[in-house]
């Protein structure tokens, strides 16, 4: 098993370094798709105590499909286009909204809700997947973690998909 094991109030740097480090050893030895994703969440929710939900929306079809994730429970299917995860898997770019309540079509999964940033998994040019992270703080993400987050995205795309 890998874990995280970081100073109190590590700088964010060295938080997303290990954090990666981290994931890229323990997706190494396991084929598993799945299984992969499920390790990803954990270990983003545990990395970074900010988001209240972490989880991936895997591309079947037209629709995005609720994966892997970790936190209260979630709306199942996302359909083309809608709410910030179908804005970010259509635009093929990371949507990053300091306030959710300004963006318009954006879906309530969680009433306490009050920000997020949704990450495209791009494999061989296709959408695979979204990453998605949600905070109960109005601007929790901002420019680090969305070029962070999407180093995390590039890893996920690696897997068998
Ligand atoms: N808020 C998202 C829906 C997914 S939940 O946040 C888990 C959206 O607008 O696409």
């Not at 969440?41 to 545990?46: G, N, S």
């Not at 990371?94 to 999964?109: Q, Y």
Request: charged share 20%; net charge negative.
């Amino acid at each position: 098993m890998h874990s995280l094991d970081l100073p109190e109030g590590a700088d964010r740097h060295v938080i997303y370094s290990e954090l990666l480090a981290s994931l890229r050893a323990l997706v190494a030895d396991e084929p598993d798709l799945i299984a992969n994703l499920a390790n990803i969440v954990a270990v983003l929710k545990e990395a970074l105590p900010g988001a209240s939900w972490v989880g991936f929306y895997r591309q079947i079809g037209a629709d995005l499909v609720l994966g892997p994730f970790q936190g209260k429970l979630a709306c199942t299917r996302i359909g083309p286009g809608q709410g910030v995860c179908g804005a970010a898997a259509a635009r093929r770019v990371t949507v990053l909204v300091p306030d959710v309540a300004a963006f318009p079509g954006h879906i309530a999964c969680d009433s306490a809700s009050r920000s997020e940033i949704v990450v495209p998994v791009v494999r061989r040019g296709e959408v695979v997947a979204v990453l998605d992270l949600d905070s109960e703080a109005l601007a929790h993400f901002d420019a680090l973690d969305a070029e962070q987050l999407g180093h995390v995205a590039a890893l996920a795309a690696e897997l068998a998909w």
